[in-house]
């Protein structure tokens, strides 16, 4: 049974299939399968799909990240449902959410964290045969859009009929829909290909207007020039910039997420399907995942490279950033953000000069000989870096292959729980979410503990009480005790000579 999608309600101007009411806009349960090609990359039949918010936030999961046979490990392995605001279950002393999901509607629950006015452009990009990718039109007039014509439509979308594609302009991100239509014109070349996008300040609420963006690049490619949803779309939906416009005036609440957890996760966003993308990220790399997380903790510049489409790929960004979430207040303000840069381009060059730690994808080979732009390069499943002192941290370590078994056994108890007791409430994202950032927690939680004891030396039982092992993972170790400040602790003269 495919489940409700939680994409926002269509908006006013936008067609409504006859078959539904208009007070019905909001179930995308019968809406039309999602486009074949993106399909096809998600390995997905379910209709729709974007990024969206789980109402209400996390729901109260128990995760055993695994530590060894360390006193401290954490409780074994559960998965409780709860109120949607209940918090992680360690943290028991917070008051219960007043509100459970049979009393609030889904609609109702999504309201009380919806962001409004955020929309700080709306544009149109067009391939043209003799100029190549051009931007055709947009508004606000005077917007800075210079570049954005690269990103709206990745290099190689020739290739797909329909894509996504999420990225960055400036202090902004964006999100823009692809489609390419078989045209009878020697002008075009048998081809029209556009894109029709947004800029927002925030990442984590564009995927409601994604349906919105289908539907408005369809529509330009049958008839070109009819912009009057799009400007009353950002009549309706645009954000109020200050005289410089650099900054959004109405800068967006506090997100569930954030609220919850820490200011220092990323929102959680999933492809609206019952295998979200933490999952199909999880299955697509396999024992890698390990591998990538150490090195999203270690706040390295991750660049992901893959053919069009793209959208899976900006999924695969958003997934590499929270296997790096920490909420233990106060760890990781000294360290680089990890930021998401999404889809790039050869015009991103500059701008990633310029970063100590990101992710971001490209469809462009050219990158890989860039090896001044990024410490570790990924091409499908295969990750690889050209700096020598990372080699080492490509190799699995025990813990590593224990970690990983863990979250496949219990990844396979919540499908058991979803199928035989009909639990509906608990996802994979949440539990794939929380299993690393248990582990990030039990990892810095034991640093801080033994920072302050009397005799500030890593054993190998306080190694293992982090869920690493002793011996595989003294590089990582080291390199996680230089980059968080922790370097004044000392390693155990076994630690050192392993």
Not at 235 to 258: M, Y
Request: glycine share 6%.
């Amino acid at each position: 049974m495919v489940e409700r999608s939680d994409r926002a309600p269509l908006l006013d101007w936008e067609e409504v299939p006859p078959a539904e009411k208009p007070d019905e806009a909001g179930d995308d349960s019968e809406k039309p399968p999602a486009s074949p090609s993106s399909s096809r990359a998600l390995g997905c039949s379910a209709p729709g799909f974007g990024w969206s918010t789980s109402p209400g936030g996390p729901k109260s999961v128990c995760i055993d990240t695994g530590g060894g046979g360390s006193g401290s490990a954490l409780p074994a392995t559960s998965i409780t449902p709860a109120a949607p605001d209940a918090p992680l279950c360690p943290d028991t002393d917070d008051p219960p959410s007043d509100s459970t999901p049979e009393e609030l509607s889904l609609e109702s629950r999504m309201v009380k964290w919806e962001e409004k006015d955020q929309i700080v452009s709306v544009f149109v990009v067009a391939f043209n045969t003799r100029s190549g990718n051009m931007l055709e039109w947009c508004l606000p007039r005077d917007m800075d859009l210079d570049g954005v014509e690269f990103k709206a439509i990745a290099s190689g979308s020739h290739r797909v009929s329909t894509d996504f594609i999420y990225f960055r302009k400036g202090s902004y991100f964006g999100l823009a829909c692809f489609a390419n239509m078989a045209v009878e014109s020697a002008v075009e070349r048998g081809a029209r290909m556009k894109s029709v996008g947004i800029l927002s300040p925030s990442y984590t609420l564009l995927y409601r207007y994604m349906s919105f963006l289908e539907h408005q690049v369809r529509l330009q490619l049958q008839a070109p020039g009819h912009y009057s949803p799009l400007e009353a779309f950002y009549e309706d939906k645009r954000a109020l910039l200050p005289p410089g416009g650099e900054r959004v005036v109405t800068v967006s609440p506090a997100h569930t997420w954030s609220t919850t957890l820490s200011h220092s996760m990323h929102p959680e966003m999933k492809i609206t399907h019952p295998a979200g993308c933490m999952s199909q990220f999880t299955r697509f790399f396999g024992e890698q995942i390990m591998v990538i997380w150490k090195l999203a903790l270690l706040r390295r510049r991750i660049l992901i490279f893959s053919p069009p489409p793209v959208g899976v790929v900006c999924y695969r960004v958003y997934c590499c950033c929270c296997l790096a979430n920490i909420s233990i207040p106060g760890v990781g303000v000294a360290v680089p953000e990890f930021r998401p840069f999404f889809y790039v381009n050869v015009a991103d060059i500059s701008a990633l000069e310029n970063e100590l730690a990101y992710v971001a994808c490209t469809t462009e080979k050219i990158f890989e000989e860039k090896k001044d732009l990024y410490d570790v390069y990924v091409d499908n499943q295969n990750v690889k870096t050209y700096r020598e002192g990372l080699k080492p941290l490509l190799r699995l370590s025990a813990a590593d292959k224990d970690k990983y078994r863990r979250l496949t056994e219990q990844r396979q108890m919540l499908l058991y729980s979803q199928e035989v007791n009909g639990d509906s409430i608990s996802s994979e994202e949440d539990l794939f979410i929380l299993f690393f950032l248990e582990q990030n927690n039990r990892i810095f939680q034991t640093l801080s503990e033994v920072a302050g004891s009397p005799d500030p030396t890593l054993t190998h039982e306080s190694v293992r009480a982090m869920g690493l092992d002793p011996h595989g993972d003294r590089l990582f170790l080291l390199h996680l005790l230089e980059i968080y400040g922790y370097d004044t602790l000392l390693l155990s003269d076994q630690l050192c000579c392993s």
